[in-house]
T-cell receptor
Framework: GAVVSQHPSRVICKSGTSVKIECRSL??????MFWYRQFPKKSLMLMAT?????????EQGVEKDKFLINHASLTLSTLTVTSAHPEDSSFYIC???????????FGPGTRLTVL | QKEVEQNSGPLSVPEGAIASLNCTYS??????FFWYRQYSGKSPELIMF????GDKEDGRFTAQLNKASQYVSLLIRDSQPSDSATYLC????????????FGKGTTLSVSS
């Protein structure tokens, strides 16, 4: 199955700083990856689709200037939370592949805490 | 906007009982349906997927799909304390079936 890694697993930052989260495909190249966000005791919400070599596609209500997505290579997508605020504190998870075909469709997630 | 609805619970069952988890979805055109289990602080892990009306069984788990009623369920037989988790229902968000729309999840507690 697909293997997806994320780094860092946890990050704590001060309000106003920017945080970069990396999502790597460890087995095969991925032209498309997805970013999800999960607030405490809430469900996962699809934020955006990351497309290699082109602009990301954002879901309704997600600010593209705040959540910068870069998919510069076939194995790496990055999500940068710019000028983070406490309300951005969440669990960010990336994924790739097909959920029914890839045993590890989701990455392990990154817990962001903004103080 | 596709929506997926679940009862948040908690659903409490004794060890060995059958746990029944339910989910409804808004888009009649949805084709792919998934059940995930999520432990606290972890990413979701796939339990089952189902495409066709009827039942699909895998070990202690049975997924049931009724497209006419826009309803999908998950039965867990012989529930174990280790099954205690949040169960997320999801439908495919795009035609390729590679992104998912999730329900809010149902918390299951299995007591020993």
């Amino acid at each position: 199955g697909a293997v997806v890694s994320q780094h860092p697993s946890r990050v704590i930052c001060k309000s106003g700083t920017s945080v970069k989260i990396e999502c790597r495909s460890l087995d095969f190249q991925a032209t498309t990856m997805f970013w999800y966000r999960q607030f405490p005791k809430k469900s996962l919400m699809l934020m955006a689709t990351s497309n290699e070599g082109s602009k990301a596609t954002y879901e309704q209500g997600v600010e593209k200037d705040k959540f910068l997505i870069n998919h510069a290579s076939l194995t790496l997508s990055t999500l940068t939370v710019t000028s983070a605020h406490p309300e951005d504190s969440s669990f960010y998870i990336c994924s790739k592949g097909r959920p029914e075909a890839d045993t590890q469709y989701f990455g392990p997630g990154t817990r962001l805490t903004v103080l | 906007q596709k929506e997926v609805e679940q009862n948040s619970g908690p659903l409490s069952v004794p060890e060995g009982a059958i746990a029944s988890l339910n989910c409804t979805y808004s888009d009649r055109g949805s084709q792919s349906f998934f059940w995930y289990r999520q432990y606290s602080g972890k990413s979701p892990e796939l339990i089952m997927f189902i495409y066709s009306n009827g039942d699909k069984e895998d070990g202690r788990f049975t997924a049931q799909l009724n497209k006419a009623s826009q309803y999908v369920s998950l039965l867990i037989r012989d529930s174990q304390p280790s099954d205690s988790a949040t169960y997320l229902c999801a439908v495919a968000a795009n035609q390729e079936g590679t992104a998912l729309i999730f329900g809010k999840g149902t918390t299951l507690s299995v007591s020993s």
